[in-house]
């Protein structure tokens, strides 16, 4: 069979495959996409024998009939997904995949193409063991709702900073159970904003609150040292997936994915070298960012390989019908060192995305058709994020002219402006806390742009931080802010000061309303935008 190639199968090889779902094994042959040799069935006396799946299923990148199907094994085995249009798999089609194999870890994904339009996709994943091929797992189950053509609303939901601090998943409070609050809406995706993992945390077995409760953590030896291996990074991932609101959430909600500075290490850009952290024994960050490129890679349902080329690039594109088109960056990969940031004029120093990225980004915009683009930044744009006490980490350097990163900034907004792009939204994470900006050039030090929102959501069981100040540059005025100034830093799961985002799109009106919701799923702060015409 052609790898990657649907096989319809009849009634009678439907029934011969649902064994496997049921618990029992088969055997089958893969030879060619017309035939599926059924055998005797293989004589398993323990589970132990069969191909695991440890981690569930997830799936993502879903743009208009297209979507990536992610999944683990716990040995060399070939991925086989089965899908269908009917939870109970009729009509099923088949998809043999590629081998999941020791140098990635045993992950594997696949893509399913050609998917029909606004419909419920249910899937299920099946590994066959590469030495004993008459061996298979037990299916594991998901479920995705494909982009509609016209006329149904949308919803999504975003967020950022799982893990992070030191709150790890405590049992006893019931896991990360955000992840739980935004499966409960039933979103048609999550963007995740970057800080997926924090590489650079360690989760203790427990912390004293102040109130002097204890706060339990679930731990690993992946987790118990900041990640400088391959395999530490990896056990960073396969620490989250040990949460099963996590795993409910990833076989029921495709995510898209996007990577800041934790996967590696705090404020890291390239060519830098921790001289100053006792921590690490590997000092060169390019070569921990290597490493933890590839686990980010291997362990999130990206349509990418984990090799060098511009394939594996991290900053892509989605169409999610009509209504939406969603851009995401890379604002680690080719930016400049941390400076003062008071540059006046462009330089390789003050590139956040990098030339080849910004003219990517131009064209997509200009070619969008969709009514809504949203552009998703791990970092925000108006908020100054600092690294130690001169130098900073994100785009804003304080009030006045648009200087250092900043630059690159301007030159999209006016480019947008210029352009004429209508209806650009911003979403983005990093701070933990949640907030709402309206970007106004009549209060702006640079003046050159369209007005536009932008939205701030997290952290997704990591400690609560904030607020952050923000500049004039770009005339940002802060509209809502989920946390009081002078709140105390780092504060627990457990004080509900969690924070996401949901964003509607009506079907009909085409006006998006975007919400900031807490842990408990209540609405903080929500806002209705109509299109510009």
Known sequence: MEPNRPLQLNRRQFLLRSTITAGGIIATNLVSKSQVFAQAPAIITSDKMRPAIPYGVASGDISNDSIVIWSRSDRPAKMIVEYSTSESFRNVQRVVGPNALKNSDFTARLFLRNLPANQQIFYRVIFQDLDYQNTYSAAVKGTFRTPPKYGRDIFFVWGGDTAGQGWGINPDFGGMKIYETMRQLHPDFFIHSGDNIYA?????????????????N???????????????????????????????????????????????????????????DDRYTVKDVNLLAKRARQAFLEYLPIGCTTDDSDKARIYRSFNYGPLLDIFMLDERTYRGPNTLNRQPVPSKETEMLGRTQIQWLKRKLLSSKATWKVIASDMPLGLIVRDGSTDFEAWANGDGPALGRELEIADLLRFIKNKNIQNVVWLTADVHYAAAHYYNPAKAQFKDFKPFWEFVAGPLN??????????????PQLIFQSLPSGTKANRPPSEGLQFFGGVKIDGNTKVMTVTLRNLAGKTVYSVDLPPEK
Do not use: C, M
Not at 203 to 211: A, G, K, R, Y
Not at 222 to 247: C, F, H, M, P, Q
């Open 200 to 216: 650079d945390g360690i989760i203790e077995p427990q912390v004293t609150l102040d109130d002097g409760t204890i706060w339990k």
């Open 218 to 276: 679930i731990t690993t030896p992946e987790k118990s040292k900041v990640a400088e291996t391959l395999t530490e990074y990896r056990g960073n991932y396969i620490y989250n997936l040990l949460d099963e609101n996590i795993k409910r959430f990833n076989a029921e909600v495709p995510i898209l994915a996007q990577w800041d500075d934790h996967e590696t290490t705090n404020n890291w850009y390239p060519g830098e070298f921790l001289l100053n």
């Open 462 to 475: 990591s400690g609560t931080f904030g607020p952050n100040e923000l500049e004039n540059t770009f005339g």
